[in-house]
């Protein structure tokens, strides 16, 4: 912004993530750069889990149209009584419409609702966070930005790819706690947020709250 001089103030947030927010890493699922297949199996077990508990209440966000489609078309065939949403079926804001209107109702989206989105209450309860939303490197903008880097002798994926990433993951984070009376669980279904040494970064850029890879736990937040 070209300003050199300037009074700052940072502060926390309003909100009590550490009492009203648990953190769900999903375990024993294959890492999605080395066994993609396993991983979207694994995955949608660990989906299938976290529906059963909570009945609706549920955002689901994904990284592909792909895998977004074939996980609705897996619940279809296993939940009828839910009130399954998904992106590209209608526009956005009817879509958000049903989704509050109804209790039932799980929601299946890519990035347009990771971020402005806004779902207040107890209409949503739970965000689930199926891989950790790296940018496609083929991208022609993303290319570019990686190979202007590289030329620099940089490290184009941690300057550049893992920090746009953590931002992305942050967003989505945020569409569960949208005021203070507001709680839920956050479930992360990407095992590389705990085995690859960049893990970390995502984990240490959220508000503090509780953890845990036990899915009973789950069941006794609520």
Same mark, same amino acid.
């Given at each position: 912004l070209g300003i050199k001089y300037s009074d700052e103030l940072l502060l926390d947030s309003p909100f009590n993530y550490k009492t009203?927010? @648990? @953190?769900? +890493?999903? &375990?024993?699922?294959? /890492?999605?750069?080395? #066994?993609? %297949?396993?991983?979207?199996?694994? *995955? @949608?077990?660990?989906?299938? %889990? +976290?529906? #059963?508990i909570m009945q609706g209440r549920t955002f689901i966000l994904f990284t592909s149209f792909k895998m977004m489609r074939c996980a609705y078309e897996e619940l279809k065939l296993n939940y009828r009584s839910i009130n399954l949403l998904k992106q590209g079926d209608k526009p956005q804001y009817e879509l958000l419409a049903d989704f509050k209107r109804t209790a039932n109702s799980v929601l299946l989206g890519t990035n347009t609702f990771w971020q402005g989105v806004d779902v207040p209450g107890?209409?949503?309860e739970c965000v689930i966070i199926t891989k950790l939303p790296f940018l496609v490197p083929d991208d022609?903008? $993303?290319e570019a930005r990686m190979e202007l880097i590289e030329s620099r002798r940089g490290n184009s994926f941690h300057e550049y790819q893992v920090p746009q990433a953590i931002m *992305?993951? &942050?967003?989505?984070?945020?569409? @569960? =706690?949208? $005021? &203070?009376? #507001?709680?839920?669980?956050?479930?992360?279904? #990407? !095992?590389? =947020? $705990?085995?690859?040494?960049?893990?970390k970064s995502f984990l240490? /850029? +959220? !508000?503090?709250?509780?953890? $845990?890879? /036990? =899915?009973?736990?789950?069941?006794?937040?609520f």
């Open positions: 009203n927010v @648990l @953190l769900y +890493l999903g &375990k024993k699922i294959a /890492d999605p750069g080395y #066994d993609l %297949e396993k991983f979207n199996q694994q *995955m @949608l077990t660990h989906i299938k %889990e +976290l529906v #059963d107890k209409a949503l022609p903008m $993303t *992305m993951f &942050k967003q989505g984070f945020g569409r @569960l =706690i949208r $005021t &203070k009376s #507001d709680r839920g669980v956050v479930a992360v279904l #990407d !095992p590389r =947020i $705990t085995t690859r040494h960049y893990g240490n /850029d +959220l !508000p503090e709250c509780r953890h $845990t890879s /036990d =899915i009973n736990a789950v069941k006794y937040f």
